[in-house]
């Protein structure tokens, strides 16, 4: 399955977006999906998993962060609202083939090339 993440940008401190992940090449409903964040200088961060009607938030995005699925367009969805400064990183969609909620970044099989999001204040 190959992944195309978009939606990212410039965006002022509190003002909502939201990334698309869209898949191709595959159906999204037989992969557990997954939002990560790289910001410079930084390791790879964990934000949302879903899985079949499972989902789960890290707790480092304080509930800010949801995402969600729309199989009939392929796509997963990661909800942002009231971003912050420190929110700024390239976000990137993974799948992986395992079942759960998988929130360990080496254990996706497959990554989209990040969308860059920039929050100012």
């Known amino acids: 399955v190959q992944l195309q993440a978009s939606g990212g940008g410039l965006v002022q401190a509190g003002t909502s977006l939201r990334l698309s992940c869209a898949a191709s090449?595959?159906?999204?409903?037989?992969?557990?999906m997954g939002w990560f964040r790289q910001a410079p200088g930084k390791e790879r961060e964990f934000l949302a998993a879903?899985?079949?009607?499972?989902?789960r938030s890290a707790d480092s995005v304080e509930g800010r962060f949801t995402i969600s699925i729309n199989n009939a367009k392929n796509t997963v969805y990661l909800q942002i609202n009231s971003p912050k400064p420190e929110d700024t990183a390239v976000y990137y969609c993974?799948?992986?083939?395992?079942?759960?909620?998988?929130?360990?970044?080496?254990?996706?099989?497959?990554w989209g090339q990040g969308t860059l999001v920039t929050v100012s204040s």
């Open positions: 090449g595959g159906s999204i409903s037989n992969y557990a």
């Open positions: 993974a799948a992986t083939r395992r079942a759960g909620i998988i929130t360990t970044s080496s254990l996706y099989d497959y």
């Open positions: 879903i899985s079949w009607t499972a989902t």
